[in-house]
């Protein structure tokens, strides 16, 4: 028997093979789960589609998360084939370019505004209505990264929206408690995806990521998924409100220098 058996995971933001979604995606369905997969825009849909075949998932929507009216269709779908949600999976995310990159003081307002809406927000919407179809209780989880507590080159307003996930991840885990429905934030090391190859600099934030974390390693999208399947079954049964960081250790440290740059200095 798997950990997800009989129950049901509706997952927002696969984008390709390399995407932390789809290694979420993919760990829940060796573990049993019924997979409902939602993705954004007609390009992404010539990726998701196959991925979907490998799993056999035949629910496979669009659905643009600024839109209520999408929102509302995607939700009244997904209770009509399923009956019953047991797991949402919110990995959505995205920024202006010129909003990540310069000085954080340049940050344009629209750009704000829509950084905020579709990588925070929306957690707060498909909460809203997946909440009603977690009959037996249930667990919501996002994605989240460091740069919410510390400052990280160029992450700029994604920085700002992922702060806010967090905190929305505390009061959402409050409001719904009382239904059974926890609420997580998984807080994941750097990765090779689609979404971050759009933040400047990162090739050289993997490189300094797996020199300086305690383990001295990358984190993979299957190790992520590992997390999600904890926090999606019942092994998690009394976690809520976290924020569970999956970063080889990356988090912990005041000072990342290693020894070496430092010349000696530490003993």
């Known amino acids: 028997m798997g950990l997800m058996d009989g129950k049901v995971a509706l997952i927002f933001g696969v984008a390709n093979k390399n995407s932390i979604a789809w290694g979420i995606t993919r760990r829940l369905h ?6 409902g997969l939602s993705y954004a825009g007609e390009i992404m849909e010539k990726r998701v589609f196959p991925l979907a075949q490998e799993i056999n998932c035949d629910f496979v929507e669009p659905c643009d998360v600024t839109s209520d009216e999408q929102l509302d269709a995607l939700f009244a779908k ?41 990588s925070a927000y929306s957690l707060v919407a498909m909460a809203k209505r997946a909440a009603p179809l977690m009959t037996d209780g249930g667990s919501i989880m996002s994605l989240t990264y460091y740069a919410a507590e510390k400052v990280m080159p160029k ?58 974390a305690p383990l001295r390693r990358l984190v993979s999208q299957e ?31 005041g000072l990342t220098a290693t020894e070496d740059e430092l010349g000696g200095l530490v003993e």
Request: glycine fraction near 10%.
């Open 30 to 35: 060796e573990e049993g789960a019924t997979i």
């Open 78 to 118: 997904a209770k009509e084939r399923f009956g019953k949600i047991d797991t949402l999976v919110h990995c959505v995310a995205f920024a202006n370019r010129e909003d990540l990159g310069g000085r954080f003081v340049d940050i344009s307002r629209e750009g704000f505004k829509m950084a905020l809406d579709i």
């Open 155 to 212: 992450y700029h307003v994604m920085a700002v929206a992922k702060a806010a996930l967090e905190t929305i991840t505390r009061y959402l885990a409050n409001d719904l408690g009382p239904q059974g429905i926890r609420v997580n934030a998984i807080s994941a090391g750097p990765i090779k995806t689609l979404a971050a190859a759009g933040v400047p600099g990162f090739r050289l934030m993997l490189k300094y990521s797996e020199k300086a």
């Open 223 to 253: 190790e992520v998924g590992d997390t999600a399947l904890y926090l999606a079954s019942n092994l998690s049964r009394s976690v809520t409100g976290e924020v569970i960081h999956v970063d080889a250790g990356f988090n912990i440290l």
